[in-house]
């Protein structure tokens, strides 16, 4: 029988949900201390976000150290820089103002910020003793749902992996949702991370540690991201790119109470060996997995086909190609397959798929998309 509630329930401490917010960012990390590193991308800078934000902190007599991070995914030696200039600021909290890669990594390093171990060895299991820097969440995609999970996906470039650091600890103290930031997003980062949320919510729906409360998140999230993400791309109405921003939220919410699936076992070595984006490996993975996982899912896939008003399968593809998302892998070479084979099925995603996952199931995912 399924559980209606999950054994133990985690979110960010405040949530604040407003347009405009973001002109209160210094007055709301002031409580936390008065020193801090603010983690962003680079186009904060081009948009001259980072002199605004300097003037307001200093205003309140805030005192912020900037770390502008690389395009890519968040790495293990970025967590140490990160907490290397931290300790040299005598930083009392760190915030990350970004898309997902930008949150993980500010995530992360405050989460270890006082750890005794490097950075890989919490990648590789290690217990997490000492308690980190309280962490402020501002995203400005509607994707990832990092701001409201306690994991952070972290690449080790040596091994070649892309694998979650988590600890209820990393939770952010405090979340700015601001729907203003999501406007004038490139097309390609709105539909990918559109997508991705897209598939966090689907694949939390369906996970085999699905629960009643994480179901509803998933299902609003499923809801709310077919609703919105096409019109958002088209005309960028505020009311779109709020019902986005809230889809991601949500799906956050609903896979960090219930796991996710074999999508994300398969996109974190596939990001790695390719570079190509999570967003889009996410995208290009998505219907594929629905067949696989059909004959186990018949129900709730009536509920989701209901959900968004048409058959799910589709609907999905017909999203896709008015997207023009296409697999990036078609015509290429499959490398080290039997390490993508591996890493799939070792990964915590995978152990959550509905449909117990084989690697002839695997197979079936790189002949779809390659």
Known sequence: ????????????????????????????????????????????????????????????????????????????????????????????????????????????????????????????????LEKGLPFIAVPTTAGSGSEATPNAVIINPEKKVKLSIRHPDFLAQKVLLDVELLQGLPFSVMCQSGMDAWVQAYESFISKYATWFSESYALKAIQLINRHLLPALTNGREEDLNGLLLGSFFSGIAFSHSRLGVIHGIAHPLGVLYGVPHGLVCSVCFAPSVKLNLPVIRQKYEIMSQTVGADFLTRITGVLAELKISSPFKGKAILEQEKIIRETLQSGSTTANPKPVTPEDVQFLLDEIF
């Open 1 to 128: 029988m399924q559980s209606l509630f999950p054994k133990e329930t985690h979110f960010p401490s405040q949530v604040l949900c407003q347009k405009g917010c973001l002109a209160d960012l210094a007055k709301e990390t002031a409580p936390f201390g008065a020193r801090g590193i603010v983690v962003h991308g680079a186009s904060l800078e081009k948009k001259g976000l980072t002199e605004t934000f300097a003037e307001s902190f200093q205003k309140l007599k805030l005192v912020p150290e900037f770390f502008c991070r690389a395009r890519g995914e968040p790495t293990l030696e970025e967590i140490r820089q990160v907490i290397q200039k931290g300790r040299a600021h005598r930083a009392d909290w760190v915030l990350g103002i970004g898309g997902g890669s930008v949150l993980d990594l500010a995530k992360a390093a405050a989460g270890l910020f006082h750890a005794k171990q490097p950075p890989v060895y919490y990648q590789e299991g290690g217990a997490l």
